[in-house]
């Protein structure tokens, strides 16, 4: 593809990372509330080895996001992960900007 | 998700086709929708609705709530000029996710060596414009100060209804331009759209500064646009 982007394609990453074998989760914003840093639709790509590539926020939850990854690698039951400033108590981390987004978990199969 | 279906999908946005999923939450199941299909009865208007306003969420389709989202291609910046500023915005635009293509028919600028992997076309803008025709998810900068090169391009980009038209010069050289572009029977109103001086006032001063300068105003442009129109942009 001419004009690639010089960084990589999280959808295309994850294609070969499981072409090469490896366990792959698909993280994807499916809603957004109030300020969000990344719309709806974004994406954030994880290998069993905890690599990712994309993003779902602004980097304030990338990290449970990928924790979470591992297990529905290994189970490959999908999840819906909810973040935002109110669920502090659910999760370590949130969105220090006052928005709340949801987010699907999927194996690559 | 199954790796073939995902392959399906990273080779219609690779192939410029917009692309929507369909995705049942509850179970998992996702469906591929590529643009110009024939869409089963029950998504269609989800999914013509996804592709018209390049938004993706959560939709009701009868009792099931299922998650839609959409892949548009990248919008395009055609730019008349294989000139210092080209080069750079040449870079920048990829990194910005856009499809830049450069026009010049001065073979002497339009080299592999100045611009590496950048799409090139050594043609006169009339002739390269017949191969990538111009359209409401592309931007036109014409670069060149030559009215020879630029003024048939800016012309073509106006009627096309591009997303932006922009053009390099003073407001001299501009008001220059409108009168030629009058006289080619172009209507006051569609010259009015032309951005020009080209680029937002950052006061850019080298050419890597003006191409900054292009390229926000460009995304100015995009993420400013009515999409009821039914222009498209990027994700």
């Known amino acids: ?109 | 998700m199954l790796l073939g279906y995902l392959q399906k999908l990273n080779a219609a946005r690779e192939s410029r086709r917009a692309a929507v999923t369909v995705t049942e939450l509850d179970t998992g199941r996702s469906t591929l929708f590529l643009e110009g299909d024939t869409t089963d009865e029950t998504v269609a208007s989800a999914v013509e609705s996804a592709l018209r306003t390049g938004k993706s969420g959560i939709v009701e389709i009868g009792d099931r709530k299922v998650f839609v989202n959409v892949y548009l291609p990248p919008p395009r910046i055609i730019v008349i000029g294989a000139v210092h500023i080209s080069q750079a915005l040449a870079g920048m635009a990829a990194i910005a996710g856009f499809d830049l293509t450069i026009i010049d028919p001065r073979s002497a600028f339009a080299t592999p060596e100045r611009f590496g992997e950048t799409r090139l076309v050594a043609e006169w803008p009339e002739d390269a414009l017949k191969d990538t025709p111009l359209d409401a998810y592309t931007a036109l900068a014409a670069v060149t100060h030559d009215p020879k090169i630029d003024d048939f391009p800016l012309k073509a980009a106006l009627e096309a209804g591009c997303f932006y038209v922009g053009a390099l010069g003073s407001r001299k050289t501009h008001s220059a331009r409108v009168e030629r572009l009058v006289r080619l029977g172009v209507d006051e109103n569609a010259i009015a759209r032309i951005h020009a001086p080209i680029g937002l006032d950052i006061r850019a001063s080298s050419p890597a500064e003006i191409a900054v300068a292009i390229l926000a105003d460009i995304i100015q442009a995009l993420r400013t646009r009515d999409v009821n129109t039914g222009q498209r942009g990027v994700e």
């Open chain 1, 1 to 109: 593809m001419l004009n690639q982007p010089p960084f990589p394609d999280p959808l295309t990453t994850a294609e070969q990372w499981r072409a090469q074998g490896r366990g792959v989760a698909i993280a994807t914003v499916i809603e957004t509330w109030g300020s969000a840093p990344r719309p709806v639709g974004s994406h954030l790509v994880i290998d069993a080895a905890g690599n990712f590539e994309g993003s779902v926020s602004g980097g304030c939850v990338e990290g449970a996001v990928i924790g979470e990854a591992a297990e529905v690698i290994a189970s490959g039951s999908a999840r819906i992960l909810d973040f935002g400033v109110a669920d502090e108590t659910a999760w370590r981390v949130g969105l220090s900007c006052g928005g709340r987004i949801r987010v699907y978990v999927e194996r690559l199969g």
